[in-house]
């Protein structure tokens, strides 16, 4: 059965514990980073860094929201960088969790395409030419551990489970959190398996938290093809 | 904690002020989330927009330094609009006492002033009393000098015009938080506070916490689920080691640390043992002596007899009007009268206040022994910056301590919750728990005085037998602590024998040295039955408020709610039947649900007679009430706003009194502190991050950690940054009277400009978690070089959540 995450923006302090569990359970070495003027660190995700808290200080309808968003590989439940690849040795789907998995392999393909499929902006190459990106803690969920990052969680921000226990939580929590936030909308259930719930429109917390509007060259015009419903639905979330 | 961490939940309002438990106290938020989700409201209060403003539904800012008067505006409103719990306040709290004729408020000082001591008389704010003895009431509240009617007096000045500017609160924002916290004065609504080192970190911390326990009581807020008033500790441990007598003026177990004009154990129990004429008063503390006693025995086994007072001589004492605080210990240092120092488990050198002070004190030493993890900017002070290495003649020793997990112990966390823990990895290198080196250390002193020396009576007699195989035993001290009967005793029906651990508590402990107790609080955590705090049980208690009452102990007699009595109506019903903590079973003749504060019955029969068994709420007080007028603090029994040492503005907008005029104030020349200078303009402040702890030896060499939060960093507004032409992300120079820090500025809509009287203030804020040692650079320094040392006249916590600073481009 597929797995799917629920990550509840409207509840994640942004303590970051799930930035660095992913750290810690992946053994990814620490960037070198400085201050640049805001407390998001590193300031995007890389090759050693999966899981990303974005920090976002908006202005929407008068009042200051600082608005936090824990960015991961949405593990697409069609993955365009699968299909873009179209090399099952270099990045496959693991049929029992749905989990989007990238090998060493993915060296000798052509990461660029790799990277230019992905409609949420996620995989980043390493310097020998590899990629890499969030692996939803494959080898945890298969030995009946929840992911290091949902671990973490102090809040409950971060759900994982079956897919379809985690759209159910996902609807039922909308419904409680429209009634502060009217605007409230779930990202793209139906097409990932990383499902965003957000008090505000998708562009407040960062420029690809919905399938990316203008895709560019032919392998995103693939990805296109396959974005179209489900960025056609968040639109008309939007009103 | 009154309350604890899973009662969080339980609350209808949640007030964060000076806290910031999003960041600071991140599973706490667990419960604040929780309660969110079952309807709570979430206030927050902070000068500045933090992670817990991002998810508050009210959000407040407010200059630092003002809480008192932010505070005393909303006992003004509750007041004003009759918000209090009434039934609640007559009962429970001290609102019907008349006041003495000696008090009186005037120009920011209270009566009994002693300018020169900088101190007050505290016996002129005393109560007046009818002929047995006992405090005279007037329960229809009419009587001018009532507590109510002086409370009304005091704060009828702190109108919200009033407030909001001082404290530069927009005053609609202050009117949407009293609304909403004023609106849990219902008997069956609770609100709870979260606060931590945002109030207790200035001149005026203690009282800044009495203004809000007083609308907690107003309110009906203390002993009820979901309310109380809750510090969030800064370590897992603080609780504990507070308990356990870490501070210079109290012995384990809250026992006053004897003073050197107190001459013999008789006299200090009559010193320091409160006497109740009011045979309804259970005044507890009228038991001090047997938990004394119980001390001395724990500390001196065999050798402390009643002929000798069980050892009182060899207590180390105080000299009378002496105190003996971080802030005072370093102040004696720095003039060159302290030899040989100890800092064990701390880094004065970027956690104190004045750090420059602090760092040159060390310079003054003879010896320094550094007990830690890791070296740090203590033990290696002699090479930090500006320092000269060749004229230092500190010698440093380093003894490694293991970290918590390598080793087996207890600690206490904020909701007074005594957990076990077990050793995890073995110590690393020849790194040694603390308990290991304590005792050793204590053993080795024993061999040196054997010989003689100045005193020895204090070490030689020392029962100091918590060795196993060698090595320190964790369970010996934990039983000790507990404490043992020490010889066969039958009280009632029952024989104690001699060796076996008190049980079920303290109730049991004696004055005659027939028991020993570590730490009377602590009675009944480990008795013969086992290691309570070991405990893991799932189970909730009846009333299933997540009292969780197998899980670890509690102190006192796993008490879950303290003041919980309270929760009830004199009949011993609960106010809140949704949310009940205890009540009172007529038939059973008993309380259920939570350990009742005392097994008395309530007040009233269920007819509503009075029952001449029962006992007032608050035990822990002379008078059995919750104090509204609170008498015994050094600065006055109603809190009062006092601008920081160093604050932006000429006057207090309040009085006539500029600052606290009884905050201890320090002379040497590394004191200067400026107020209203034009070259240190902006209010500053420090605070803590998620990704740091503490002094940030532990975090800042952990790569993981230091990737986050790489570097010191100061937030100002958007408008301050224009003001300064500076540009996001680029380094600054922050300085103040006493010293400077570079930083990485962060321009922030978080942060705004205040109106403070007419004019627009600036604030700043810098994390306090650097210092030079990590990261490499040796370029991010301690926020504390910058602040003052001065401090709460009662407990001298340094002032380091308000100073002035200036802000400039490097
Ligand atoms: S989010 Fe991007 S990287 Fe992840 S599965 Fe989808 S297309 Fe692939
Ligand atoms: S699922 Fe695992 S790999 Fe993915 S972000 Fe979470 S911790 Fe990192
Ligand atoms: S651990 Fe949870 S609350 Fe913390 S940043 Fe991640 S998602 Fe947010």
Redesign the pocket.
């Known amino acids: 059965m597929a797995k799917a995450f629920f990550?509840d923006?409207t509840?994640?302090?942004?303590?970051?514990?799930?930035?660095v569990?992913c750290k810690q359970w992946h053994d990814l070495p620490a960037e070198e980073t400085k201050n640049l003027g805001t407390h998001q660190n590193p300031p995007d995700l890389s090759f050693n860094t999966y899981?990303l808290?974005r920090m976002n200080e908006k202005v929407i309808d008068g009042q200051l929201r600082w608005l936090?968003f824990?960015e991961q590989c949405r593990h697409c439940i069609e993955a365009p960088c699968l299909e873009a690849l179209g090399d099952p040795g270099a990045i496959y789907q693991d049929p029992d969790t749905g989990a989007i998995l990238y090998t060493r392999q993915t060296r000798q393909a052509d990461a660029d395409a790799i990277i230019e499929s992905c409609p949420y902006h996620i995989p980043r190459k390493g310097p020998d030419g590899s990629v890499s990106k969030c692996d939803m803690c494959n080898d945890r969920v298969h030995n009946g551990l929840l992911p290091a990052?949902?671990q973490?969680?102090?809040?409950?921000?971060?759900n994982f489970g079956e897919r379809d226990a985690m759209l159910e939580m996902a609807n039922k929590r909308l419904e409680v959190v429209k009634a502060k936030y009217p605007q409230a909308l779930l990202l793209d259930p139906d097409t990932v398996s990383v499902i965003y719930l957000v008090a505000f429109p998708p562009e407040n917390y960062h420029e690809f938290a919905i399938a990316s509007r203008e895709p560019s060259g032919v392998t995103r015009h693939m990805a296109l093809r396959k974005m179209v419903r489900p960025f056609a639905a968040a639109l008309s979330h939007l009103g | 904690m009154t309350n604890h961490w899973i009662d969080l939940k339980n609350a209808d309002v949640i007030l964060i002020m000076g806290s910031n438990a999003?960041e600071n106290h991140?599973i706490s938020?667990k419960w604040v989330t929780e309660a969110q989700k079952n309807g709570a409201t979430l206030i927050n209060v902070d000068p500045r927009f933090t992670r817990t403003s991002s998810k508050a539904d009210i959000y407040a800012s407010l200059r630092s330094g003002t809480d008192i008067a932010f505070l005393g505006g909303m006992i003004k409103y509750i007041l004003d609009n009759k918000l209090y719990h009434e039934e609640y306040m007559l009962n429970y709290t001290n609102a019907s006492f008349i006041v003495g004729k000696g008090f009186g408020f005037k120009d920011g000082l209270f009566t009994g002033y002693d300018e020169k001591k900088r101190g007050y008389d505290q016996s002129q704010w005393a109560f007046e009393m009818d002929d047995k003895g006992v405090p005279k009431k007037d329960p229809t509240l009419k009587n001018p000098r009532c507590v109510l009617n002086l409370l009304k007096k005091h704060y009828e000045r702190y109108t919200t015009k009033l407030v909001s500017s001082v404290t530069g609160t927009p005053e609609a924002d202050l009117l949407k938080v009293y609304k909403a916290y004023g609106a849990t004065g219902k008997p069956d609504k609770a609100a709870t506070i979260m606060y931590a080192m945002g109030w207790t970190q200035h001149t005026v911390g203690v009282q800044n916490i009495r203004s809000m326990c007083m609308i907690q009581l107003l309110l009906g807020n203390m002993g009820v689920a979901g309310g109380g008033v809750n510090a969030l500790r800064g370590e897992s441990n603080v609780q504990g080691s507070t308990d356990h007598g870490l501070l210079f003026h109290i012995l384990p177990g809250y026992l006053p640390t004897p003073s050197a004009s107190i001459p013999s154990l008789a006299v200090y129990n009559e010193k320091n043992t409160p006497k109740s004429n009011d045979p309804r008063s259970a005044n507890w503390w009228q038991n001090r002596p047997k938990y004394v006693v119980s001390l001395l025995k724990s500390y001196f086994g065999d050798k402390a007899t009643a002929e000798n007072e069980f050892g009182y001589g060899w207590l180390p004492k105080l000299d009378d009007g002496k105190a003996y605080s971080w802030l005072d210990i370093f102040d004696t240092m720095y003039n060159g009268k302290i030899r040989g120092f100890f800092s064990w488990g701390q880094n004065p050198a970027c956690s104190g206040a004045n750090s420059n002070k602090t760092r040159q004190a060390m310079a003054k030493l003879d010896w320094m022994v550094n007990v830690n993890l890791f070296d740090n900017e203590t033990g290696s002070f002699w090479r930090g910056p500006g320092m000269n290495p060749a004229e230092i003649k500190t010698e440093v020793f380093m003894l490694p301590a293991c970290v918590s997990v390598e080793k087996e112990g207890s600690i206490s966390n904020s909701g007074r919750w005594m957990q076990w823990r077990y050793e995890g990895p073995k110590p690393m290198g020849n790194s040694r728990p603390d308990g290991d080196i304590i005792l050793e250390l204590g053993l080795r002193l024993k061999e040196l005085y054997a010989g003689g020396g100045a005193f020895p009576d204090a070490i030689l007699n020392l029962k100091w037998d918590y060795l196993t195989n060698h090595k320190y035993d964790p369970h010996k001290v934990a039983k000790e602590i507990n404490g043992y009967w020490l010889v066969d005793k039958k009280i009632g029906d029952v024989t104690y024998k001699a060796g076996s651990l008190v049980a079920p508590g303290f109730a049991l402990l004696q004055a005659d040295g027939s028991t020993s107790c570590g730490n009377w609080v602590y009675c009944g955590s480990y008795t013969d039955k086992g290691n309570m705090s070991a405990r893991r049980g799932q189970e909730d208690a009846p009333n299933n408020i997540g009292l969780y009452p197998t899980f670890a102990w509690a102190w006192p007699v796993n008490r879950r709610i303290i003041y919980n009595r309270a929760s009830c109506d004199p009949k011993g019903q609960p106010y809140n039947p949704n949310r009940w903590v205890v009540k009172w079973d007529a038939e059973g003749k008993k309380w259920v649900g939570d350990v009742p504060d005392g097994p008395w019955p309530p007040p009233q029969n269920p007819d509503g007679s009075p029952n001449e068994a029962g006992r007032y709420a608050f035990i822990m007080t002379k008078e059995g009430f919750g104090q509204i007028y609170g008498p015994g603090l050094k600065d006055g029994p109603f809190p009062e706003h006092y601008e920081p040492l160093e604050c932006p503005i000429e006057k207090n907008l309040v009085n006539g009194q500029r600052m606290s005029p009884v905050a201890p104030v320090y002379g040497t020349d590394a004191d200067a502190h400026m107020t209203c200078d034009p070259r240190f303009p902006y209010v500053g402040t420090t605070y803590r991050v998620?990704e740091h702890w503490q002094s940030g030896l532990m975090t800042r060499p952990q790569p993981w950690l230091l990737e986050l939060q790489p570097q010191m960093f100061v937030e100002m507004s958007e408008e301050l940054a224009a003001m300064r032409g500076i540009k996001n992300g680029e380094r600054v120079l922050v300085a103040s009277a006493r010293g400077e820090v570079k930083c990485t500025a962060i321009v922030t809509k978080r942060f705004k400009p205040f109106k403070i009287g007419g004019a627009v203030i600036h604030e700043v804020g810098i994390p306090w978690h650097f210092g030079w040692r990590w990261p490499e650079s040796g370029e991010e320094e301690s926020a504390n070089l910058l602040t003052p040392s001065t401090g709460d006249p009662n407990t001298r916590i340094p002032e380091s959540k308000a100073f002035m600073v200036n802000v400039t481009k490097l």
């Open positions: 990550i923006t509840l994640c302090t942004a303590c970051r514990a799930c930035q569990a899981k808290v936090f824990p990052c949902v973490a969680c102090p809040t409950g921000a971060m | 999003a991140p938020f998620s």
